[in-house]
């Protein structure tokens, strides 16, 4: 049961993150990647992680991505274009991603000892978590609290309209006159 | 520090190290502050050094004279050079041979300042010539009383850089510092053959003491030729540069552009003079060597002759007297070669006392006429200058040999000494020194005839006497031209014995020494006699103008002109090429290129790599990480077996392992 | 009965098809995301040790890696249309002003 439930919720995340890879429209990376965020919950589930399941739902796949997508609705990224490309990103990085499995795996591999994941296993309850998290870490929890002040304040001066910036004629002025920016 | 009191109880040799000193001070004192001074006051410290040396060494002398015992030793201060088997250390020592040669530095060096006051009263350089003389003073000294072959080398250069300063004092005139240039750089390779000397001594004997050396040499009383001559041959091409012997002679003409006094003072009575003294020094060497002192001679006899050749036609009153000064210098390594270094030690003493007579006067017919020195325009100068002209004839009169002057003697003495070598090559030199002899008592002769004598033949220049701190020396050294040499080559010898060696004479008859010396004496009447009847009634034309040979000698044979185009020509010219093209060119262009270079090409390289994309920018970090986590990878290998434990420790709650 | 190890792999996976996304995409949008997928593999890791340490402190790194996130995913999506706008384009290879 639980062999079958990881194998195709991991199914699930790899395929969704390939999708996104593959996909040309943002939009649908967008939500290939909440489907990743989705079955990343469920593992979390599985690894007896419930309130971070249930965090990943909310906060990642319900906000974020959702944010995602609005921005990406709200400038009508297009179809990707066919750019100059880099050939040090083929050359170099292909390789070096490689590199990176590799050596992740390999250690992953070697290590002995690790032991294994059952559905008995306890399930850390929210109590402990936020027993934690509001004892010991208590300053660090409100510097997050800052943090996302911050983050606030920086979005909304950074995305106010008219800083001057003369918003060049492309896409926008083309969809005000009802071009269909959207292939398909 | 040691002073000996002698059983006479007050007389005390002095601590020599002050004989030097005193000149030291002179030249610091003037060299500092000489510009800031008023003139009464460098001429005061300037005539206070060398007084003061002379003053120490005649107590010296008379604690001599008392029975104080020489060698006197005197190691100063600290050792100099302790490295292996290299110790040299500040030894002075004083000896004979020494105390000679001091006397007659500090004396002759004295009269000479005296008459520097005057000479060189409206000169602008007026306190760096005295600085630059008390220099030369200070190296002479210590050339003369060092113990060690070394810090008589420290002397040898310090009076040729003193004598560089000097022929170049008036820098302004180009002719006047090439000649400076080019009488440092002829001593320089006489130095170079010094130097070969004295590495070859020190490997030989490894001491450069040079009483440890003599007495090495006298525990081994077999051993001659070989790698002792190398030696004296090297030792002997120094004497060759800084005495002025052939083929190193160039400089000393060109170095009459100093000031008179400077030509008086090193270039006739001290300096040049420092090549015979070495020789004589080292004689326990030479003695080694027949063939190193057969070598001496022929470069003494063949310079003596070839320079008096040289002498006859020069129409430069310095000239000529420079010339005469190169073959005098030649009698006497003619003297050393035949290993009586004590009769040219008594003709170094008493060539000293009539060339410098000679050449302050002719300071003086060149101060009285305004500056003129061609003997062509002078002339009739007796009515106008007597004290100059009396005195010069005494010194004439001496270099020509005639008795009773100093010059008679101490030539005699050599003549004699070469005749009773014992060898066949003794008499051909005896032969060439009365030549030389008669020649020079002919162009001395032309020289005070044309300068002295006749009808004026520039009265434009209103020629005047000098004045007396100019004619007191004169005056002086006029007396010692005279007396000089009365106390006799056999006593004289007998002095310097304990230094020089007493030479073996073959019982020579008295009829043999007074036929020798009554032909000195009349070659010197008959060179009298030929420039009597030339040059008597002269009217300015050269009358042996027209003899055969007259042009070569009027070109000096052209050695100036040989060695300019074999050996400074090319020179020059591999000197240039090196600066222009390998300096200039390869390694400062090259370097210059090659850095720049370097600089642009990988400046091209790297501005590549800031494309602004972002994509190859993310590229370059993936293989960032990569290569992190291979290293970390690496360096962790060995532990990897043991990650399952290490991972296995860290638990916190798991049942067991 | 599952291996920690297959979880570990699974995360490693996730990071590195991230990256690989970070390379290949052309979308300044996609880039982003590609980012979030890494930060998301990376989770999954902490979640597992966490689980395998019987620690809590890797969940509560967890948190904290997603309270950053969403800050920056909000500045960032800002910055990014604040890109659109001066340049008019999303396309990651247009976007090169720091050339020399």
């Avoid at chain 3, 297959?6 to 690989?20: D, E, H, Q």
């Amino acid at each position: 049961m639980h062999l079958v439930l990881f194998i195709l919720f991991a199914g699930l995340c790899v395929a969704a993150a390939l999708n996104l890879l593959l996909q040309k429209h943002p939009i649908n990376s967008a939500l290939s990647l909440v489907v990743v965020m989705s079955s990343l919950a469920v593992l979390y589930l599985l690894l007896g992680a419930e309130f971070l399941a249930a965090a990943q739902i909310i906060v990642y796949a319900g906000a974020i991505m959702v944010l995602f997508t609005f921005v990406v609705m709200l400038l009508n990224a297009g179809r990707e274009e066919r750019t100059l490309g880099s050939r040090a990103a083929t050359v170099l990085g292909f390789p070096a991603v490689g590199v990176v499995l590799a050596v992740i795996a390999t250690t992953i591999l070697k290590a002995q000892g690790l032991g294994s994941v059952s559905l008995s296993d306890p399930i850390t309850s929210t109590a402990e978590l936020s027993r934690v998290l509001f004892r010991d870490l208590l300053l660090p929890f409100e510097v997050t609290s800052v943090l996302i002040l911050i983050a606030i304040l920086g979005a909304v001066a950074l995305a106010r309209a008219g800083n001057g910036h003369p918003v060049k004629k492309n896409v926008l002025v083309g969809a005000a006159r009802g071009e269909r920016t959207v292939s398909k | 520090m040691t002073t000996v009191a002698l059983h006479h109880g007050f007389i005390i040799l002095p601590h020599l190290w002050l004989i030097p000193l005193l000149p030291f001070a002179g030249f610091l004192i003037n060299g500092i502050l000489g510009a800031r001074l008023p003139k009464w006051l460098v001429s005061t410290v300037a005539l206070l050094a060398p007084a003061g040396s002379f003053a120490l060494v005649a107590v010296a002398a008379l604690g001599v004279r008392g029975g104080a015992a020489l060698p006197y030793a005197e190691a100063t201060g600290t050792n100099w050079i302790d490295a292996g088997m290299l110790h040299v250390d500040f030894s002075l020592v004083l000896d004979q041979l020494s105390l000679i040669m001091l006397l007659v530095i500090t004396g002759v060096g004295f009269l000479i300042h005296v008459y520097s006051v005057g000479y060189m009263s409206h000169d602008r350089g007026y306190w760096r010539y005295f600085s630059y003389l008390n220099l030369f003073l200070f190296f002479m000294t210590v050339l003369v009383l060092a113990g060690n072959v070394l810090l008589m080398f420290v002397g040898w250069e310090g009076v040729g850089l003193a004598s560089y300063l000097l022929i170049g004092f008036w820098y302004q005139k180009t002719v006047a510092a090439d000649a400076g240039k080019k009488a440092f750089i002829v001593n320089r390779i006489g130095d170079f053959g010094f130097l070969i000397g004295i590495f070859l001594l020190l490997g030989q004997f490894g001491t450069l003491q040079m009483s440890e050396i003599a007495a090495k040499l006298a525990a081994n009383p077999a051993w001659t030729g070989g790698v002792l001559t190398t030696i004296c041959l090297c030792l002997l091409v120094g004497a060759t540069g800084k005495s002025a012997q052939l083929p190193l002679y160039v400089w000393l003409p060109d170095a009459m552009e100093g000031p008179t006094p400077v030509s008086a003072l090193i270039h006739a009575a001290t300096m040049v003079t420092a090549g015979v003294y070495m020789i004589a020094r080292t004689h326990f060497l030479f003695d080694r060597s027949p063939l190193a002192l057969l070598v001496v001679a022929i470069v003494g006899a063949a310079t003596a002759l070839f320079a008096a050749t040289i002498g006859m036609v020069q129409t430069d009153i310095k000239r000529v007297l420079a010339y005469s000064t190169v073959s005098q210098l030649g009698y006497m390594f003619l003297a050393c070669g035949v290993a009586a270094y004590s009769a040219g030690i008594f003709h170094l003493m008493t060539h000293a006392f009539f060339k410098g007579l000679l050449f302050l006067a002719a300071g003086s017919v060149i101060h009285g006429l305004g500056g003129e020195q061609d003997m062509r325009r002078m002339g009739g100068l007796w009515k106008k200058m007597p004290v100059t002209f009396w005195t010069m004839t005494a010194a004439v009169l001496a270099i020509a040999g005639v008795f009773p002057f100093a010059g008679f003697f101490s030539k005699d003495a050599i003549l004699m000494a070469a005749f009773t070598q014992g060898t066949a090559g003794g008499k051909v030199f005896w032969f060439v020194g009365l030549f030389t002899a008669l020649l020079t008592s002919f162009y001395m002769f032309r020289l005070w005839y044309l300068t002295f004598l006749g009808k004026p033949r520039s009265p434009e220049l209103h020629a005047h006497e000098s004045p007396w701190s100019m004619l007191g020396p004169l005056v002086i050294l006029a007396l010692l031209s005279l007396g000089g040499g009365w106390i006799g080559a056999g006593r004289f010898s007998a002095f310097l014995a304990p230094v020089t060696g007493m030479k073996a004479v073959e019982a020579v008859s008295t009829n043999l020494e007074w036929t020798l010396s009554g032909l000195a004496v009349a070659a010197a009447v008959l060179g009298w006699l030929v420039a009597h009847m030339l040059y008597r009634r002269n009217e300015g034309r050269e009358p042996l103008a027209t003899a055969p040979g007259y042009t070569v000698l009027a070109h000096k044979y052209w050695v100036d002109e040989l060695y300019d185009a074999v050996i400074v020509k090319p020179l020059l010219m591999v000197s240039r090429f090196v600066l222009e093209w390998v300096v200039e060119f390869a390694i400062l262009g090259g370097a210059a290129w090659l850095l720049g270079g370097i600089m642009t090409f990988s400046g091209a390289i790297l501005q590549k790599w800031q494309s602004g994309n972002l994509r190859s920018y993310a590229a370059w970090l993936a293989a960032g990480a990569a290569v992190l986590l291979l290293f970390a990878l690496a360096s962790w290998n060995g532990m990897l077996t043991h990650v399952g434990m290490h991972i296995g420790n860290m638990h916190i709650k798991w049942a067991g392992h | 009965m599952i291996p920690i190890s297959w979880y570990l792999l699974l995360s490693a996976v996730l990071f590195c098809l991230g990256m690989v996304g970070f390379l290949i995409k052309r979308n300044l949008i996609t880039v982003f995301m590609s980012i979030e997928l890494m930060l998301n593999g990376v989770n999954l890791s902490f979640v597992t040790f966490a689980h395998m340490w019987h620690n809590v402190q890797g969940q509560i790194f967890v948190f904290f890696v997603m309270v950053v996130a969403a800050a920056e995913a909000a500045v960032g999506l800002a910055i990014i249309i604040a890109i659109f706008r001066a340049r008019g384009t999303l396309a990651v290879d247009r976007i090169d002003l720091m050339k020399l």
